[in-house]
Nanobody, 126 residues
């Protein structure tokens, strides 16, 4: 497993933006498929975005067109750009990783990942 640390969360007004980072320690995430999930109070954890080793990505319908997942050039960081934020985006955001041999595969279910970060809080005020 790889150790993941998220950062970049905070309090922002509706319509604002944040950039979340997920840094891997001990190894690069170049050979991992990566994902972002979120969990709001009283709700189950839900899929937000996923990226394959070669950069292919998919998003939850609720964030499509507003959020963007990307890999850093250093190959040990993954980012999630959050734009046009809404109060319903308020949640703890988690980064996840899964080693994969396939360059084009990404995963949409949390049970498919085996490494998780501790989460970063995003709060959007109306």
């Amino acid at each position: 497993q790889v150790q993941l640390v998220e950062s970049g969360g905070g309090l922002v007004q509706a319509g604002g933006s944040l950039r979340l980072s997920c840094a891997a320690s001990g190894r690069t995430v170049g050979s991992y498929a990566m994902g972002w999930f979120r969990q709001a109070p009283g709700k189950e954890r839900e899929f937000v975005a996923a990226i394959s080793r070669n950069g292919g990505a998919d998003y939850a319908d609720s964030v499509k067109g507003r959020f963007a997942i990307s890999r850093g050039n250093a190959k040990n960081t993954v980012f999630l750009q959050l734009n046009s934020l809404k109060p319903e985006d308020t949640a703890v955001y988690y980064c996840a990783a899964r080693p994969t041999y396939s360059g084009g595969t990404y995963y949409l279910r949390d049970t498919q990942y085996d490494s998780w970060g501790q989460g970063t809080q995003v709060t959007v005020s109306s």
